[in-house]
């Protein structure tokens, strides 16, 4: 119990103590050990709890829940206060209702709800906290090195780093709060601390682009926030209960299912699925390690993560079926609309959104087979993706741009990072890794629960999935050269470690993922769905292991296959045909006259197929129609 | 034992039989143009030339990725021809063949990385339903494993006349014909060159075309897995409509031209959305 | 065993032909000449190519991507002159911007005379260079 409260309580010290000590060294150590403590006491948690999982209820939750309700008070009187100065009203309009409906509540309606057990460690959320202690760290300490190369390149942003590192290291806190307890009052405050935090960091600049995306997450993530409050207003008026796992255990009646129908809202907006998906696009303002820790690796997981906790009350259910519908809408949506970006970042963003809708399907298909997908899916997107984001981040700082098309010279520039991203972009859709396993998987259980809608549109996003990460992938491996004279800062170690290490783990996972399903996944299953699970790739999984082993073995080849021919038989090496007379340096040809003319080949955007505009549009009218069929029918099965 | 020696015997006998057929196309290609043609092992007469001749690179890496690719076709080979997991399968298929067009992108030179596009379009095409074949496989039959697909009472063609359709509409990408060769093929292309093998030469050239006839016997294992059931006579069956499917894409190969990549793209998605997503529904309208 | 002569490809280039050759050369791709029968492909692909087939005589334009064009051909290779202008500089070889034949800038293994020069020279001409394809495979051995 201890260690629990220590390992949520811990970043929230190193959080104050890096915003109080501004001196650059020592702050940068205390980062440094902050980090790597984060992590130590993560495993230690993980594996201390993860054979018997831990049930408590925390005695005099009084003066916890005074503290919870006095931050939660200051925070929406900070909010409101926002919203009314910058002319949000919607904002404050949010916050005000939400704050009312839970004060309300506290003092009239909760008298007698007694919460059992507060916080749960099982196996789920062990993985939730492995992930966000093991990546979170690893991405603090690389914000130690990014940041010091970013306000060398923007130098018109203030330099705030003692506050944007305290920001990461209080999220860290309560991403921890979050996925570790069942009391929903306690999840729903660590729920409005993330949303605070994303704010905050995505505010970061304090440019008018900044300022405006950061509002547009505060009040969408508010807005959910409200559903969550109005979910624990109908659960705990109706049925005095303030638990999760009491939640998830009652037989799905109209009001339970409204209930669960707000919170799968609530995870929507934190997902950043459509129609709610806007924000997340405007937060890729915010410097990289906060996109690679909020808005790809863990926070956006929040949701999901409810989800899946919530996923026996779907499946079937009018909720499931909507929850399910939007999430393939988000899905195929976001994976078209991927192909016509050029920004690195807006490719991660809508491939983070994509992948996220993909675990919304599985989440709320809700069959074992799927929920197995689902988490798998979580786990290997939060590796590969954070990776991505960290390399993109130096990326960034190393060629002074983000654009993909400059990323030709990438590999003679810096071959380290050009691997890492090569890993990370094969983590995302190539064979031997997770994602396609899972992916796999998951088209398995559409079938088997007959959702052939959905194997469609996996089908299609799928491919569209293929093609960005495809002409990406062949950027990096183009041998492009730089310009003479170009200046290419060297790499931080503070960056080098962690996106090392994260290339390490996503190529680990994709051999660990037959362990990870036996002692985590099966085991979960078994406790929520109370009979026994299967690995859903049964006989052949021998050998499978053994084609993943020589594929993995293949990939790795990759990386030296830039080394070989210097001690094989040296060929003869002749400029690059270009149906005339190449200039010589493989860039020039020789054109009529004489005239030197430069070659140079763009990849394929389709902007008029699948461009944002068109697709963003109806994508989220059909998903507004959606959420209100939901609403509609929700309601016609309460009256009747 | 038993394993390796066919194991041994896939690797040998798949490319040959490959590059049989690619010299039988070539022979009626030429008939059809009231021609004599080449001689039926012309191909192999080709490759072995390829593989005496020099090997030029244009930049260190290039090569590499041909060599890759080929493994992981190989691969496939040996998992769809032992009965492996047909998900699988497609997986590594999409592997190697996105090794080739990294190979494409890797040479640098305007016109193979134009072909490397092309290819990732031509993918982005066909990987829908190929993906919809795989899902109506196991719709029928209840498992991924193609020796259990093809040992069951009936032949899958039967519940999925449509999907097969389909997948002979896309086969026409996968094996490079007209008219969706948009990004390499063995007609003269002028503003394409040869496509991503443009800066391949002697042995890479060489495995580049066994590559090739690998993948045209795992694209006609497919139309195999469709029609073998359990009895002799399905299997027969199975290679007969095998070699008419070939023929039937060879004679479109010479009758069609070239469309643009907007009618490739759009034309493959329609017909895999509307042949795929009807046998589906069909298929759990009656709840099989 | 050489497999040269069983599929010869070749590499097509218009020096500064008038068009005549070239259409000659294409017409023995056509039903009537076949040259496919040989194993010969047109690649239009220095890589691929086996044999270099120039028509037209050579000015200070061409050289260079002449030259090119030969050095982007793997081992062993062979050039073939197609018609009088590539042999000699025929009619042209007097013109202020002309060189002169092929073999000002390359070595020419085989001349096929002619204007134009006629589908069955050309098809001689290119089994000839076959020949010496094979010759210059066992001289890249013995080395």
């Known amino acids: 119990m201890s260690l629990i409260m220590l390992l949520i309580l811990f970043p929230f010290i190193t959080s104050v103590l890096v915003y109080v000590i501004r001196e650059e060294h020592t702050r940068n150590a205390i980062m440094r050990i902050g980090a790597a403590i984060t992590a130590v006491l993560t495993l230690a948690a993980a594996f201390r709890f993860f054979g018997a999982g831990l049930r408590v209820s925390v005695g005099g939750t009084e003066v916890i829940d005074i503290c919870i309700l006095i931050v939660e008070v200051c925070l929406a009187a900070y909010i409101i206060m926002t919203g009314i100065r910058e002319r949000k009203y919607l904002l404050s309009f949010f916050s005000a209702i939400q704050i009312v409906l839970i004060l309300w509540f506290e003092f009239t309606q909760k008298k007698g709800i007694e919460t059992g057990t507060d916080i749960i460690v099982d196996k789920l959320s062990s993985v939730m906290i492995l992930i966000v202690g093991i990546i979170g760290s690893l991405i603090c300490l690389y914000a130690v090195g990014y940041m010091k190369s970013y306000h060398v390149h923007h130098s018109e942003v203030k330099e705030r780093k003692s506050f944007f590192f305290a920001v990461l290291f209080l999220f860290l806190s309560a991403m921890f709060g979050l996925v570790l307890s069942n009391n929903l009052m306690w999840m729903y405050f660590c729920w409005e601390i993330t949303t605070f935090c994303s704010y905050l960091l995505i505010g970061y600049t304090r440019t008018e682009e900044a300022k405006n995306n950061s509002l547009r997450a505060l009040t969408i993530n508010v807005g959910g926030g409200l559903a969550f409050a109005g979910a624990i207003v109908i659960v705990g008026t109706n049925f005095h209960i303030m638990e999760l796992s009491a939640l998830t255990a009652k037989r799905p009646v109209p009001l339970v299912l409204a209930a669960v129908f707000l919170l799968c809202v609530a995870a929507l907006t934190k997902s950043a699925q459509l129609p709610f998906s806007s924000w997340l696009l405007g937060a890729m303002v915010a410097p990289t390690p906060s996109s690679a820790l909020l808005h790809s690796a863990t926070m956006v997981k929040a949701g999901v993560y409810l989800i899946i906790r919530l996923a026996p009350l779907l499946g079937e259910t009018v909720a499931g079926r909507i929850i399910t519908l939007v999430g393939a809408v988000t899905f195929l949506a976001c994976s078209l609309m991927a192909i016509s970006q050029r920004d690195a970042k807006k490719v991660l963003a809508y491939s983070t959104i994509a992948n996220l809708g993909l675990i919304v399907i599985c989440a709320s298909v809700g069959t074992r087979e799927s929920i197995w997908a689902a988490i798998l899916l979580v786990i290997f997107h939060a590796v590969s993706k954070s990776l991505l984001f960290l390399s993109v981040g130096s990326i960034e700082n190393e060629l002074g741009s983000r654009n993909v098309e400059n990323m030709d010279i990438l590999m003679d520039v810096s071959r380290k990072l050009a691997v890492c991203m090569i890993i990370g972009i094969s983590g995302m859709f190539l064979a031997p890794f997770g994602m396609l396993i899972s992916k796999w998987v998951a088209m398995k259980s559409f079938i088997d629960s007959k959702n052939i809608l959905i194997v469609v549109i996996l089908a299609y996003g799928s491919a569209a999935t293929l093609f960005y990460w495809g002409k990406w992938l062949g950027k990096l491996v183009s041998n492009g050269h730089p310009k003479k004279g170009e200046q290419h800062p060297g790499l931080h170690l503070d960056e080098k470690i962690p996106i090392i290490i994260q290339a390490v783990i996503v190529l680990l996972s994709c051999v660990a993922y037959p362990v990870i399903s036996k002692y985590v996944l099966i085991p979960y299953l078994q406790d929520t769905f109370g009979v026994a699970a299967v690995i859903p790739i049964g006989a052949g999984d021998q050998t499978l292991m053994i084609l993943m082993v020589v594929m993995i073995s293949l990939l790795i080849l990759v990386p030296l296959g830039y080394a070989p021919t210097s001690f094989l038989k040296k060929r003869r090496t002749t400029p690059i045909y270009m149906a005339g007379e190449n200039s010589g340096d493989n860039k020039n040809f020789v054109g009529s006259g004489g005239v030197k003319r430069k070659s140079e080949m763009s990849n394929w955007y389709m902007e008029g197929i699948f461009g944002s505009k068109r697709i963003g549009f109806w994508s989220n009218i059909i998903s507004i129609v959606l959420l209100c069929a939901g609403v509609i029918l929700l309601i016609g099965r309460w009256a009747s | 034992m038993m394993l390796a020696v066919k194991i041994l015997l896939i690797i040998i006998f798949t490319p040959l039989a490959g590059g049989l057929l690619t010299g039988f196309d070539r022979k009626i290609s030429a008939r059809l143009q009231g021609r004599q043609g080449p001689p039926v092992l012309q191909p192999f007469y080709d490759v072995l030339k390829l593989l005496q001749k020099e090997t030029i690179e244009v930049n260190p890496s290039h090569r590499f990725y041909v060599y890759v690719s080929l493994m992981f076709i190989i691969l496939t080979a040996l998992i769809m021809l032992t009965g492996g997991d047909i998900l699988l399968t497609i997986f590594v298929l999409t592997l190697g063949s996105i090794f080739f067009l990294l190979g494409g992108y890797a040479s640098q030179s305007p016109y193979s990385v134009l072909g490397a596009e092309r290819e990732l379009l031509q993918m982005m095409a066909y990987e829908p339903m190929m993906f919809m074949t795989a899902a109506g496989l196991y719709y029928v039959s209840n498992t991924f494993f193609i020796r259990d697909i093809v040992n069951r009472k009936m032949p899958a063609i039967i519940y999925l006349p449509a999907i097969f359709v389909g997948f002979v509409f896309i086969l026409t990408f996968k094996l490079r014909k007209s008219p969706f060769d948009l990004s390499l093929g063995h007609h003269a292309h002028q503003e394409l060159v040869q496509g991503i093998s443009t800066e391949y030469s002697g042995r890479s050239l060489a495995f580049i075309e066994i590559t090739h006839w690998y993948e045209t016997i795992i694209a006609l294992g497919f139309v195999y897995i469709f029609f073998a059931a359990d009895s002799i006579g399905t299997h027969i069956l199975a290679v007969i409509v095998c070699l008419i499917v070939y023929l039937f894409e060879i004679i479109l190969d010479n009758s069609t031209v070239r469309v643009k990549w907007q009618k490739a793209l759009s034309l493959a998605w329609l017909v895999s959305g509307v042949l795929g997503t009807a046998n589906l529904v069909v298929l759990s309208f009656f709840n099989f | ?143």
């Open chain 3, 1 to 143: 065993m050489s497999f040269n002569k069983k599929s010869p490809w070749i590499l097509h280039y218009d020096a500064t032909s008038c068009n005549g050759c070239d259409i000659e050369v294409l017409a023995s791709l056509t039903p009537l000449y076949d040259v496919e029968r040989f194993g010969v492909v047109n690649t239009g692909d220095p890589r691929h190519a086996d044999i270099l087939l120039i028509t037209g005589s050579v000015n200070g334009q061409s050289i260079p991507v002449i030259k090119q064009l030969y050095e982007q051909m793997p081992d062993p290779k062979a050039v073939v002159a197609v018609g009088i202008c590539a042999t000699s500089g025929g009619i042209f070889a007097d013109c202020y911007n002309v060189e002169g034949g092929v073999d000002k800038v390359l070595p020419v293994d085989v001349y096929v005379p002619g204007c134009a020069a006629r589908p069955q020279s050309i098809i001689d001409g290119i089994l000839k260079a076959c020949d010496i394809l094979e010759e210059k495979q066992k001289a890249l051995k013995g080395r």
